[in-house]
Structures are given as structure tokens and as C-alpha cells.
């Protein structure tokens, strides 16, 4: 057998074992059909959607921490950020409340814009 029909039979070879296999995880990476990549564009309504589900979370969060009103407060979420509005009895549950929200899954940012309760109403 000479070197050249021993290199076309390898050339042969490789391109029956390796094109098959090159083309199946070629066609295989692509997106599967509804399903949404990690880097894909959500719709608007994806968007509301999860900032919806954050702020659950979040409240859910707020309602672990003792003596705390969540009733009192507005949790708004956008994109990861959450904002926190309202009133709190003291300092120490506003700081309590703004360590649960930012330890809250998803929780990028925390905007405070708690204030201690004025007595009397």
C-alpha cells in the first residue's frame, strides 16, 4: 500500500467518524423551543412577571424578621434592585429589615427609604 492511498483512507475515515458527531452538537446547541436562554431578551411581560416574584420573595423575607410590620411597607423590584418605602418602630428593625431584603434570593441592590415611625399615629 502506498503513503497516498493510506492517507486518502485516513482522510476517508476521519470524515465518516468525526462529520456525523461535529454536525450533531452543532444542530443540538441551538435553543430548544420554549425555553429561553439565559442571554436571551425577556418580554415585558417576563420582566413584570419576575419582578412580581421578587417582590414575594422579598416580603416573605421581611415577614422572618421579629416584631417587623410588613404590613407598613411597599416593596417595589425591578431588575434585581428592591426598593423598600414606609415606616418601621425603631432603627434596628429598619436595619433588620434592609439585611433581610438584600440576603433575599436574586436581591441585587437595596434602595432604604424606611423611616422610624413618628408616636402618636
Known sequence: MSKKSILIALIAFLIVDIAPSAMAETASTGPAQGVTSPGAALTKKQI?????????LVRKSLSQVRGFAVD?????ASNGVVTLTGEALDQ???DAAVAAAGNTHGVVDVQNRLRIAERGH
Open 92 to 94: 434596628n428593625q429598619i
Open 48 to 56: 413584570r412577571a419576575e419582578n412580581r416574584a421578587q417582590v414575594r
Open 72 to 76: 407598613r411597607i411597599t416593596v417595589l
